[in-house]
């Protein structure tokens, strides 16, 4: 066991008894009445990054104007043609941030532990194909892939990206948060490590990006609620700058509560659009609508309107305008570690799975069922290793 993981499952052994629970009891569902185990919220959470991200369509950088007046409300899968190299999409194709959240998973799944930058790097290696740069993913991430296959340090592959403050970690670290469900110091130092191989350490992406998994690991705590999630987003974190913010607050707090603010007496994702236009609505420069800053507070604000509906953040999300599927998979995906799957169509889901199965690069073919399931056994195999370790050192 190196120095770092000993420090970390240490770190974790008062949490695993907490999150385990509710594993076994289950947690009250956010609506509707019965209640929601640690397995439904990782499904959740993953239906919500996979679905979420696909239900968008043709209409990522839209503005809200043009998809309503193409679609009216989009609220089914569409499949668009010649989006990029001339590739047909079926409904439910996914996109590039999910295949950074497919590397992700699959490296967690076959740890079945919390990884490194250098475990991540391992499966860009092997699984990701250079064609899928420009085709899938973005441009820049093919000129990514090349520097971790020169064997530089994989923490030092994100200072090659020339887009420090995108939404690329921030909206696709759920894996991350995952793993480390019911710790959220331990998502935030996992996700400012993995982040790496995407931004430079410390960047405002990552610091973004430490948002979600703040929202997730919350999220799936033992009784988890809507509020008390917001919250811990809320206390923000050491890491986050503080550079032209209120003394003794982050900048990255402050304009989440900017947001919550402009959009509480919003009902819908109508209202929610409009109060957001005034704030966010730069162009003119490349990947306009995906700064992690903006993505993410409109996440956590569509989480908090949202109360628990996953469906309902889905459609939010996507109908907002500007970057639509990062916007949907940061906020589905909060919404379904709090509250699980049960709202969304079983043939979303489905059409999803048979999209991939059509995708002609994709790093990672599981089903949302089947990565959602890793990523709990291997939850589950790291509590045990905790269980084990710990009952061996109280006999020393």
């Known amino acids: 066991m190196d120095r770092r993981q000993f420090l970390y499952q240490s770190a974790l052994m008062p949490a695993a008894a ?7 009891a289950g947690s009250p569902a956010a609506e509707g ?3 929601i185990t640690l397995r439904d ?27 309503q007046a193409k679609y009216g409300t989009i609220d089914k899968m569409i499949g668009y043609q010649d989006y990029h190299n001339g590739w047909n999409r079926e409904p439910g194709t996914t996109e590039d941030g999910v295949e950074r959240s497919k590397m992700m998973s699959t490296a967690i799944i076959e740890k079945k532990d919390r990884v490194t930058a250098e475990d991540v790097r391992a499966i860009w290696v092997r699984d990701m194909k250079p064609e899928a740069a420009g085709m899938i993913s973005e441009p820049f991430e093919g000129v990514l892939l090349a520097m971790a296959k020169s064997g530089i340090p994989a923490c030092d592959i994100g200072r090659y990206c020339d887009y420090a403050g995108l939404v690329s970690m921030s909206r696709s670290c759920h894996p991350i948060a995952l793993i480390n ?5 331990g998502a935030v130092e996992d996700i400012f490590e993995v982040g790496q191989v995407y931004q430079t350490s410390n ?17 799936t705590k033992p009784g988890a ?13 050491p890491r986050f700058s503080t550079t032209g913010a209120a003394s003794g607050q982050s900048a990255i707090v402050n304009e989440i509560e900017r ?41 956590v604000c569509v989480f908090a309107m949202c109360k628990g509906n996953l469906k309902q953040a889905m459609i939010s999300g996507v109908n907002m305008g500007r970057d639509t599927d990062c916007l ?20 979303w889901i489905s059409q999803v799975d048979y999209a991939t199965t059509k995708m002609p690069v994709t790093n990672d073919r599981r089903t949302v069922k089947q990565t959602a399931d890793g990523l709990y056994e291997a939850y589950k195999a790291r509590l045990q290793r905790i269980r084990t370790f710990a009952e061996q050192m109280e006999k020393a």
Request: aromatic share 8%; net charge negative.
């Open 33 to 35: 009445g019965g209640s």
């Open 41 to 67: 919220k990782f499904f959740g959470c993953i239906a919500g990054l996979h679905v979420g991200s696909a239900l968008k369509g043709p209409c990522e950088g839209w503005a809200c104007q043009d998809i």
């Open 259 to 299: 947001g919550l603010e402009l959009t509480k007496k919003c009902q819908d994702f109508h209202e929610m659009r409009v109060a957001f236009d005034s704030v966010y609505n730069g162009k003119g420069m490349a990947y306009f609508a995906a700064y992690a800053n903006e993505v993410v507070t409109k996440a």
């Open 18 to 24: 907490c999150v385990a629970s509710s594993s076994a």
């Open 203 to 219: 960047s405002r992406g990552l610091q973004w990006a430490a948002v979600t998994g703040i929202a997730i690991a919350s999220a």
């Open 328 to 347: 949907s998979a940061t906020a589905s995906g909060m919404t379904g570690a709090l509250a699980g799957a049960s709202s969304v169509p079983e043939e």
């Open 225 to 237: 609620t809507v509020d008390g999630v917001i919250g811990d987003i809320l206390k923000g974190h």
């Open 181 to 185: 469900s019911g710790n959220i110091e």
